[in-house]
């Protein structure tokens, strides 16, 4: 039977939906990038704030019409949408054939066995696989889902309820997986975990995230390794001096820090302050002056006034952040944060976004500005639909999130290397470069 997948959500989604595939193709199964074609279709969705809540619901019903009038035979949904509303999504759309929660994925296969199987007697039992799993973010760069869940305790944040403690792989099974991603040819591993910093406390009593990258580094055929999301209360000398002494290790930090204003920032349960923050974005910008800076932020945080506001416009501003995204708060329900008083109108709240990012747009565009005349390492990761253009990322750049580089396609089968290129302008969020070599 052919299947076909749609996976919703961040990244460390991505990773246990690329196991599944995995597990499908150890059964025989076909993979099928059309979802017209698929007989199967399944769907791995995110719960974590409304936005995403709505695009699974969305995605499941219009999945549901393939039943009636495609070639769809089962659908199923599993993922953080289905660990937090399984009950009411039974009811809500009955079309789906199986949902499959987080805390079900030990028994993953038997539950799929036995929906199209349901005739056999023998059920086969398979366990999601790290090392089987399918890669689908190309040839060269695949994510490395080093913990599961969350400790951190946000006030505003359900990953915990959905996800549930952190929980590190043991260090010796990563370093076994990223041999063998690198002995099938990927490139750059782009670390993550809800919280990267807190990598092997539960496990070893310590962090080891620093020790991790490495031994990474170590192993033959690997070229850029990034890590994400690491909280600025855990970033460390010791992490800190491993990134700025590490070639393969991209200087690049994606920092969450949520809010700056104290006040704030007690409210969100965060385990820091505004001047712990200042001070870890200070020390990496004098020891990795070339640094990439990204940042998260929250606007519209109960509680938050026009004073917290303006003390993080004024951070922002300072800090001078390469990428800034930032969000509206979204009332996520059993949270502490959707019990607390003084919620802040939704059009504060939009007034207050569209402000900081009108702002962050403007320190991005002077950023850019900036990169004219340098050069850089290019991976190149594919042609633009005309063919005229090369396109593909520096060091300074994250998959999906980030802008990109194009330049002329003036030599042949370039995809999937690195080379040096020249950066001539800027347009919009995107650099455009010249090749040298």
Known sequence: MKVGFISLGCTKNLVDTEMAIGLFKEHQYKIVNNIDEAEIIVINTCGFIESAKQEAIDTMLEMAKYKEKGTCKYLIAMGCLVERYQKELKKLIPEVDLFISIKEYDNLWEKIDHLINSNEQDLQTSRLDYLDRVI?????????????????????????????????????????????????????????????????????????????LQEISKIDGIKWIRFLYAYPESITDELIQTVKNNDKICKYF????????????????????GENIKNIIKKIKKEIPEAILRTTLIVGFPGETEEDFEKLMEFVEEANFDKLGAFKYSKEEGTPA????????????????DAIMTLAQKISKQKLQEKIGNEYEMLVENKTFDGRYYCGRTYMDIPEEDGLIFIPNTKPNLENTWIKVKVTDVKNYDLIGEYLG
């Open 338 to 353: 959707a019990r607390l008083p003084e919620q802040i109108h939704y059009k504060t709240k939009q007034k207050r976004l």
């Open 254 to 273: 994606d920092i969450p820090i949520q809010h700056i204003s104290d006040p704030v920032l007690k409210r969100m349960n965060r385990k820091t302050t």
């Open 136 to 212: 689908t973010t190309g040839n060269v760069t695949t994510y490395l889902k080093i913990a599961e869940g969350c400790s951190n305790r946000c006030t505003y944040c359900a990953i915990p309820y959905i996800r549930g403690a952190y929980i590190s792989r043991p260090f010796e099974e990563i370093i076994e997986e990223v041999k063998s991603l690198a002995d099938k040819g990927y490139k750059e591993i782009i670390v993550i975990a809800q919280d990267t910093t807190k990598y092997g406390i539960d496990l070893y009593g310590k962090s080891r995230l620093a020790e991790l």
